[in-house]
């Protein structure tokens, strides 16, 4: 498939789709989470790797050596009434968890996919080790092992911001093994870096991050991710991730994220795009601006970084076999922003292709 702006179709594939998905999306999606997030402290308190969080669906560990060290990655394995052939591994991004993937796993697993959310190790429900080398090639090993694991040899890759940077690292490396790429406003589109970010070190990284707290993330995912929006669906996210650093195990937690961070600094995707050999779908919210350390970023370059209305368009046109869908009302997180418009989308993006 040529590159092309789906934008015209969305109106009426929404409108063909509109009843069966709406029907889903206020019966059984959006539930989960609101009535989550109405049983939640106003400042949850979570162990290191989420102890006291529930997740919408069974969690299941897979064990593992890493660099030498044993290791436990949590994972979600969603299998629907009756496959149609396809699995589909969602990916998360940086402030996000597996679990915050509910509506969009249970809007595929209701359309045939198989669905496997796993957490990556460092994140939310899985191992934290003290001292670990973080690099999206390894990320994308112990992902492969997990798909081994469960017997998944041809899947769609579909990440989400970091996710994102994750899922082109693995189609990169495992090309045969990707059937198609789906990116959600994937981060490492530019290089902070080049573009005059300086250098945060890992001790600066671990200072930010002991500061983690619902308000601020709360604060940050409004403007950034919801375009100044806030509704009640968006609160459990927030204590999901923020209550990992009001528990004893902030420090570890804090640590993790700090080399996680200066993974995502120093290994943008930005250079590599030419070189996927994947069909490739680009869902981007428009309106988003993120940027990895922009907080660290002189203040006359910050109005120059996290443009995905540009970053988008650009990335299209790198990759080789790829589809561009732009929410222009849309931020960071478009499948949780509108899950309706995200979901009609996407389901046309898998479905147009396979």
Not at 34 to 56: F, N
Not at 120 to 128: D, E, N, R
Not at 189 to 201: A, C, F, M, S
Request: aromatic fraction near 12%; hydrophobic fraction near 40%.
């Amino acid at each position: 498939m040529g590159k092309s702006n789906f934008k015209s179709f969305i109106t009426i594939a929404f409108m063909k789709l509109f009843l069966l998905v709406s029907t889903l999306f206020l019966a059984n999606i959006v539930t989960p989470f609101i009535a989550c997030a109405q049983s939640l402290p106003v400042d949850a308190v979570y162990g290191p790797e989420l102890e006291g969080y529930s997740y919408p669906y069974p969690i299941e560990y897979f064990e593992f050596k890493s660099q030498g060290v044993d290791m436990r990655m949590a994972y979600m394995d969603i299998r629907p009434k009756s496959e149609n052939g396809t699995t589909i591994v969602l990916l998360h991004g940086k402030n996000f968890c597996a679990a915050t993937w509910v509506g969009t796993a249970q809007f595929l697993v209701e359309h045939g996919y198989r669905v496997i959310a796993p957490d990556q190790i460092g994140f939310c429900k899985s191992t934290k080790p003290e001292k670990y080398q973080y690099t999206f090639q390894q990320l994308g090993v112990n992902t492969k092992a997990l798909l081994d694991h469960l017997g998944v040899s041809h899947a769609v890759m579909m990440g989400h911001s970091t996710g994102g940077m994750l899922a082109i690292r693995y189609a990169l490396m495992y090309p045969e093994k990707v059937k198609q790429l789906v990116l959600v406003n994937p981060v490492g589109l530019e290089d902070w870096k080049v573009k005059g970010i300086p250098y945060p070190t890992v001790d600066q990284w671990y200072q930010r991050e002991l500061g983690t707290n619902a308000g601020r993330v709360r604060n940050y995912e409004r403007s950034t991710y919801y375009v100044g929006q806030w509704r009640e669906e968006f609160e459990a996210p927030v204590q999901m991730y923020a209550g990992m650093y009001q528990g004893p195990g902030r420090e570890i937690v804090a640590w993790n994220s700090a080399l996680i961070y200066d993974m995502i600094f120093t290994q943008p995707i930005f250079y590599e795009l030419e070189q996927l050999k994947v069909p490739t779908l680009l869902l981007i919210g428009t309106k988003d601006t993120t940027a990895i350390a922009k907080d660290f970023a002189p203040t006359e370059i910050r109005p120059l970084l996290g443009n995905y209305s540009q970053l988008g368009k650009a990335a299209a046109k790198k990759i080789p076999q790829a589809t561009l869908i732009e929410f222009d009302n849309l931020g960071h997180a478009p499948q949780i922003q509108d899950p309706i418009i995200f979901n009609t989308a996407l389901l046309q993006g898998i479905e147009g292709r396979n």
